[in-house]
């Protein structure tokens, strides 16, 4: 969605300084935000609702934006890159949608495909990526960077319901970047989920950070060691 947001204003079909009222028949649950907003009164940006949508996974923010967007352009979108088996097919906290079987869905393999076009600039121009990585950068309450350095970038958004917890995005070690994405389900203990996530993250980036430090040959030096005879 986040995505298809900036796709739309880089075709000038919406600017992300539009402005919307908050209305009261926004409101859902999940919002820790929008529900301490005024109705018919505040008026918030299109790029405020994205960023309440990315930092606290607010529902109401994010159903503004669907409605916006349009559901059918965001798998228009996912479509274009080949991403079949990712698809927005609810608004949030829609129960007898989810009952029914119409989930929103994704993979680890295609959120990564998208997170590495967007990186490479192959779905917004720079302005546009720069602005996309620095929104998804913006902190929270999130999983895969819990146990890395504290100066880090992560660009990346969790997400959670009942027995399942996922994050993606890409972690910008030194030297080494690199594009993922955890998915957990099924989960009878939610925090042990949570726990396996920064467990990977912390894995993954040890990984990239060493590579990142070495040379071709695979030899690492530390600022903190010199040569010997």
Request: aromatic fraction near 6%; charged fraction near 30%; proline fraction near 4%.
């Given at each position: 969605?986040?995505?298809?947001?900036?796709?739309?204003?880089?075709?000038?079909?919406l600017k992300l300084t539009d402005l919307y009222t908050?209305?009261?028949?926004?409101?859902?649950?999940?919002?820790?935000?929008?529900?301490?907003?005024?109705?018919?009164?505040?008026?918030?940006?299109?790029?405020?609702?994205?960023?309440?949508?990315?930092?606290?996974?607010?529902?109401?923010?994010?159903?503004?934006?669907?409605?916006?967007?349009?559901?059918?352009?965001?798998?228009?979108?996912?479509?274009?890159?080949?991403?079949?088996?990712?698809?927005?097919?609810?608004?949030?906290?829609?129960?007898?949608?989810?009952?029914?079987?119409?989930?929103?869905?994704?993979?680890?393999?295609?959120?990564?495909?998208?997170?590495?076009?967007?990186?490479?600039?192959?779905?917004?121009?720079?302005?546009?990526?720069?602005?996309?990585?620095?929104?998804?950068?913006?902190?929270?309450?999130?999983?895969?960077?819990?146990?890395?350095?504290?100066?880090?970038?992560?660009?990346?958004?969790?997400?959670?319901?009942?027995?399942?917890?996922?994050?993606?995005?890409?972690?910008?070690?030194?030297?080494r970047p690199f594009v993922i994405c955890v998915m957990?389900?099924?989960?009878?203990?939610?925090?042990?989920?949570?726990?396996?996530?920064?467990?990977?993250?912390?894995?993954?980036?040890?990984?990239?950070?060493?590579?990142?430090?070495?040379?071709?040959?695979?030899?690492?030096?530390?600022?903190?060691?010199?040569?010997?005879?």
């Amino acid at each position: 969605m986040l995505a298809e947001l900036y796709r739309q204003a880089q075709q000038d079909k919406l600017k992300l300084t539009d402005l919307y009222t908050v209305q009261a028949s926004d409101l859902v649950p999940d919002s820790d935000i929008m529900n301490g907003l005024t109705p018919g009164v505040t008026k918030i940006t299109l790029r405020d609702l994205a960023t309440m949508m990315v930092a606290v996974s607010d529902n109401s923010a994010t159903n503004v934006l669907i409605d916006r967007l349009g559901i059918e352009n965001v798998n228009a979108f996912l479509d274009s890159l080949g991403l079949t088996h990712t698809r927005l097919r609810r608004k949030m906290m829609d129960l007898k949608a989810a009952g029914e079987g119409r989930e929103n869905i994704a993979t680890p393999h295609e959120m990564m495909v998208l997170l590495e076009a967007l990186y490479r600039g192959k779905v917004l121009n720079k302005e546009m990526t720069d602005d996309f990585f620095k929104m998804l950068s913006t902190h929270k309450d999130s999983w895969m960077p819990r146990d890395l350095p504290e100066d880090t970038r992560v660009a990346n958004k969790p997400g959670s319901l009942e027995g399942v917890r996922n994050d993606s995005g890409i972690v910008f070690a030194k030297n080494r970047p690199f594009v993922i994405c955890v998915m957990t389900t099924y989960l009878r203990d939610e925090r042990e989920g949570e726990k396996a996530i920064t467990r990977i993250g912390l894995a993954a980036y040890r990984m990239f950070d060493r590579l990142g430090r070495a040379s071709e040959y695979g030899r690492v030096i530390s600022p903190a060691n010199s040569s010997k005879p």
